[in-house]
DNA sequence: CGACATATTGAGATGGCTCAATACCTGTGG
DNA sequence: CCACAGGTATTGAGCCATCTCAATATGTCG
């Protein structure tokens, strides 16, 4: 390790965004970068609010939601450790991003993000990367709305969640999300999703250890129901 | 006009892409942009094959979908003239495009147009707001499906068409593609889109001159069902 | 421990799906 | 020009998944 190398916080490494990258790119990014803590419930963008800054989750759950005039709500994604954040490509944010929990993240001023990002090649790639994931994440969740039950959208979440959830691999999820949080993301009805659970669990698919806790019994199985490919 | 200006295809002002550019960048994208017309049913890009060309509609409506192994359908979207396609920030397409009708595009090999598209920033700047469209469209439809009624859903896709399809401000739409396509796109059954259909029609919201062609009595409610925001 | 929010369970209503019959549209050959 | 065939769209009837509304249970915080 180089004296340099001390100034860079290791977080930066948890996000694929900054992978692989040089001194030079991480010292730029560093002396941009603002450290921030969030309490769960805080909003971090507001919908309709101009696109300002980017965030990079270090530690937490965060969901990204959208607001109608007649009320309704639809939950865009969840984001986890790793994910970016508001780096949109419009100047206004079409969205709205809540704190599930308490969070840890990375703030960058867009614009100055935008700016280095161009300079450096693999920075670039990367970032047109996540881009992509986005995208890509966007049309699995649209499938599984257009073509799926209630019990195989709540596995395509349990999955996704499983996969995402930095750090275990263990079959043990956290579902820190809300039942309405949930429907709002699947298109369902909080009594949907619960009998969905119900009915999982009476397929030993998982086991419900208590509300926002839940086992995977089965990962074949559920694979199988959650799948979009 | 100058001698130059003469060897670029007006067609290039039908895409936001290419919209404000200068002789020097329309020249260059002119030196890799090749013609092609393709016929109804025909298949300009293949689910899971390596991403080389991008597309740009000219005329005619192209559609993508996306098949999962258990040989379910999701349609992704219709795209309309100065629709862009293939521009994915992955090497591998997750979703086939298929042309509706005959269809002329502008065709530029990937790497050459992003490598081009970086070295002028008005082009930067387009390509980017065009895909924060696309990303916007489809938090658009993950919002219609999640939230939406069955007729409410046909006025969405009618609202969209009715906006993009070009050249037309008229009240006429030309519904191109089959109700199996239009079920696929909106997560419904054939059968629950004709009675969308009739529905709206018993309500003096659309009149069905035939199958493949409606024509808009109530703006005002259309737009008030299709709302997303 | 009690109060309030959140989640589960139950019962009935309903929107959308399935399966089946009919209608319409388009192209082909007599 | 008409008759017919094949594909596509509409309409009908019954069923089932999900929604709605209501009651109960569980969890959380003062």
């Known amino acids: 390790m180089t004296a340099t190398a001390l100034k860079i916080p290791e977080t930066f490494f948890h996000s694929k965004m900054f992978r692989g990258l040089g001194q030079e790119e991480l010292g730029r990014l560093t002396q941009i970068c603002q450290r ?36 309704r709500r639809q939950v865009i994604s969840f984001a986890f450790s790793g994910d ?17 929990s308490t969070t840890e993240l990375q703030m960058f001023p867009r614009r100055a993000l935008l700016e ?22 966007a049309m699995d969740h649209l ?5 799926k039950k209630a019990h195989e959208r709540v596995c395509f979440l349990l999955d996704q969640i499983q996969r995402r959830q ?21 298109g369902l009805t ?17 086991e419900i250890t208590n509300a926002h806790r839940i086992r995977i019994l089965d990962r074949v199985q559920l694979e199988e129901m959650a799948s979009v490919h």
Chains 1, 2 share one sequence.
């Open 36 to 71: 921030r803590r969030a309490a769960s419930g805080e909003y971090l963008i507001h919908q309709n609010s101009t696109a300002q800054n980017v965030y990079v989750v270090v530690s937490g759950i965060v969901m990204i939601e959208r607001l109608s005039r007649a009320g």
């Open 84 to 100: 970016y954040i508001g780096f949109t490509n419009t100047d206004e944010f079409e969205y709205s991003v809540v704190c599930l």
């Open 116 to 137: 280095i990002i161009d300079q450096y090649p693999l920075l670039k790639s990367n970032a047109r990367l996540m881009g992509g994931n986005v995208l890509a994440q």
């Open 143 to 147: 499938f599984a709305m257009g073509q």
């Open 166 to 186: 930095c750090g275990i691999s263990k079959s043990e999820i956290d579902l820190v999300m809300s039942r309405q949080d949930i429907a709002d993301y699947l």
């Open 190 to 206: 909080i009594e949907t999703v619960s009998r969905a659970l119900a009915k999982l669990s009476g397929m030993s698919v998982i």
